[in-house]
């Protein structure tokens, strides 16, 4: 079921995104050449139990095991859903990094939760509904290739064609059809197998929303509709391999680079405002 969302869920959700992405400018920062890949797992932990936020990736069920981490970090060919890890990152990588929100109610204090307890941290992330954001950014380590900035520049571009025809009347299709033939046109492929989506009440919610597509198919796009676009842009094939350790981690079938980019908004009938925003948008 598609919901559409009230001006107080939109305003909720618009706090909940402010927070999120105060913590993606904070990592500009710390995001560098020799830096513990396990420092942005810190860094994320720490600001949810200082702002009473529930990092709602922590146990989602997972068909080998549930997701223990408050982020995905994934580096260089992995397309999504890595783990954070003790890694040190060296000049010229390009690491992606994702994470789910939640504002938590005023009865649970979160600075008390231990998050590396994934049951414990389940019974609160599944029953969760409320305010909730969600977006990935690519960050660039170091000094980086001119292959690398260039992906990012195309992924990053293709996101905001994406919201772009996120409007009162079109439909998903449009969305999809937009950035694939942007991506495609620059030489690079998106991923097939990973979609962005509906957000709230709960954070992956109806309908999927596809980089790729045919223009005016699909669902037709209403004012109140909260949405992620999340191109996956890769610079091979668009095909994936998944981590059959964990059931979690893709990277991309070939070993070329991936590049992500993700934003959360709603529509409405002036057009889409989102709410993830870091900044001036198309450059945050």
């Known amino acids: 079921m598609i919901t559409l969302k009230s001006e107080r869920e939109i305003s909720q959700m618009k706090e909940a995104g402010d927070f999120l992405a105060s913590i993606h400018i904070g990592l500009r920062d710390i995001i560098k050449s020799g830096i513990d890949m396990w420092d942005i797992e810190e860094y994320v932990r720490k600001r949810c139990k200082e702002e009473n936020y529930l990092p709602l990736q922590i146990g989602v069920e997972g068909e080998i095991m549930d997701y223990p981490y408050a982020t995905c970090c994934s580096l260089n060919n992995e397309v999504a859903h890595a783990f954070p890890r003790h890694k040190v990152l060296k000049d010229g990588d390009l690491i992606k990094v994702d994470m789910v929100l939640g504002k938590a109610s005023s009865n649970i204090d979160v600075s008390k939760l231990d998050f590396n307890?994934?049951?414990?941290?389940?019974?609160?992330?599944?029953?969760?509904?409320?305010?909730?954001?969600?977006?990935?950014?690519?960050?660039?380590?170091?000094?980086?290739?001119?292959?690398?900035?260039?992906?990012?520049?195309?992924?990053?571009?293709?996101?905001?064609?994406?919201?772009?025809?996120?409007?009162?009347?079109?439909?998903?299709?449009?969305?999809?059809?937009?950035?694939?033939?942007?991506?495609?046109?620059?030489?690079?492929?998106?991923?097939?197998?990973?979609?962005?989506?509906?957000?709230?009440?709960?954070?992956?919610?109806?309908p999927d929303v596809p980089a790729y597509g045919i223009k005016g198919r699909g669902v037709r796009l209403r004012e109140g509709m909260v949405l992620t676009i999340e191109p996956m842009v890769n610079t091979g094939t668009y095909k994936l391999k998944e981590d059959r350790k964990t059931g979690w981690g893709f990277s991309t079938l070939d070993g070329g680079l991936s590049c992500q980019y993700e934003h959360q908004f709603v529509i409405t009938k002036d057009g889409p405002v989102i709410l993830t925003s870091q900044g001036q948008e198309g450059t945050y």
């Open 117 to 206: 307890n994934v049951e414990l941290m389940k019974k609160y992330t599944e029953s969760f509904r409320g305010a909730i954001a969600d977006s990935c950014w690519a960050y660039a380590v170091g000094d980086v290739s001119n292959q690398v900035k260039r992906l990012m520049d195309v992924t990053k571009e293709s996101m905001y064609i994406g919201i772009e025809q996120a409007r009162v009347g079109n439909r998903i299709g449009d969305i999809g059809a937009a950035i694939q033939e942007y991506v495609e046109s620059k030489g690079y492929q998106v991923v097939r197998d990973l979609v962005g989506h509906g957000v709230g009440p709960t954070m992956h919610e109806k």
